[in-house]
């Protein structure tokens, strides 16, 4: 199953501007064609120079790259955590998704009437975060009432169990996300059960004016959000989604042109989709060839068999060794046989642990 990040704002944040630009974009020469798999999910294609460097030094018949996907999640009011509105709906979505992009309004626009009417990406952001954190206090303290009794019998497990639900309870008692909490390996076990939303990875979107993205520092709502997330440990895009529905319709060579004009030199979606994908420590590594060029996602950690195996499970179950390389050296030395001779091309084992950037070759028997 593909990870996901939803998209998720007030209404009339410029949400489904951003998500149009998502569905529209096209890629030229791609074997992964921008598309709507769903009426409200949107794949894209991660966009990697690097294998466009690689590209050009094997000359294939085709390049792949990695995709990611976006889900357009349910409009929210308050009251979404007691149902108002889509609630259940938007609370339903998200919980389906593995990391949330909040897009936050810091434009002024007297013909687009804000839902609370007037601009304050902070209290946008609380008013989403705060029914998040309701929904998510609903749940856990539905937990605690079924584990109470055993843990005060001494029950060993739920008196476990309890020791992680209680600081998440007080963190969201006291408005907080459940993000900001810290769990070890064993704590995670039982916190996965409860599918929280406030503790999933959050990256918020600052929805800007054409007149403002060039600086966003200049803006003060994009200064007030980066202080909120900076607080938070979270990242802000600073993005505008007007801009990014019109570069989306362009082709290649006037896209170029476009960004120039605007000083800008790479466009906001294209950052939100690699900080996005960065965001659920996703990585990249590579094959290469005559026949193809191709970008494959793996988790951060993953061993060569489990990356193997990102490819086809029988390579993973049959798996030998990788004959691996950096992306950097091939740059540096410009073909196999160059780093061969050098020395650069290993040969790595079960245990090997991937990192960003390899190029691999793997080697099983089944």
């Not at 990611?68 to 938007?90: M, P």
């Not at 749940?139 to 584990?147: S, Y």
């Not at 191709?294 to 060569?304: H, L, P, V």
Request: hydrophobic share 40%.
């Amino acid at each position: 199953m593909a990870l996901t990040a939803g998209i998720v704002g007030l209404p009339n944040v410029g949400k489904s501007t951003l998500f149009n630009a998502i569905t529209n974009s096209q890629v030229e020469a791609a074997n992964y064609p921008f598309a709507t798999i769903d009426p409200n999910v949107g794949v894209v294609e991660v966009p990697d120079h690097r294998l466009d460097d690689l590209a050009k030094l094997f000359n294939p018949k085709k390049v792949i790259h990695t995709t990611f996907e976006f889900t357009d999640i349910a409009g929210l009011v308050k009251g979404a955590s007691r149902g108002e509105g889509l609630g259940n709906k938007f609370l339903a979505n998200i919980r389906e998704t593995d990391a949330i992009c909040e897009v936050v309004r810091c434009f002024r626009d007297k013909d687009i009437t804000h839902v609370d009417g007037s601009v304050d990406p902070v209290r946008d952001v609380e008013t989403i975060n705060l029914e998040l954190v309701m929904a998510d206090l609903e749940t856990v303290d539905k937990r605690i009432e079924k584990l109470e009794r055993k843990a005060k019998s001494g029950e060993k497990d739920a008196q476990e169990e309890m020791a992680v639900l209680t600081p998440i309870k007080e963190t969201l008692e006291a408005g907080k996300s459940a993000r900001v909490l810290e769990f070890d390996k064993d704590e995670m076990v039982y916190v996965n059960q409860y599918n929280l939303l406030s503790i999933k990875p959050i990256i918020y979107v600052a929805n800007m004016g054409e007149e403002d993205i060039e600086n966003p520092e200049d803006n003060p709502y994009y200064l007030q959000l980066k202080e909120y997330a900076t607080n938070e440990g979270a990242d802000v895009i600073p993005i505008c989604a007007k801009i990014e529905s019109e570069l989306a319709g362009l082709d290649e060579e006037d896209r170029a042109i476009f960004m120039e004009d605007l000083g800008i030199e790479e466009s906001g979606l294209d950052k939100l989709i690699r900080e996005t994908y960065h965001l659920l420590n996703l990585k990249t590594f590579f094959t290469v060839g005559p026949d193809e060029c191709r970008a494959w996602t793996f988790t951060d950690g993953m061993t060569a068999p489990q990356m193997a195996g990102k490819i086809h499970t029988d390579f993973e179950r049959g798996f030998i060794r990788a004959e691996t390389y950096s992306y950097d050296d091939m740059m540096t030395y410009k073909s196999e046989n160059a780093l061969r001779e050098a020395g650069k091309i290993r040969q790595e084992g079960k245990t090997y642990v991937g990192k960003d950037g390899d190029v691999m070759f793997f080697k099983f028997n089944v």
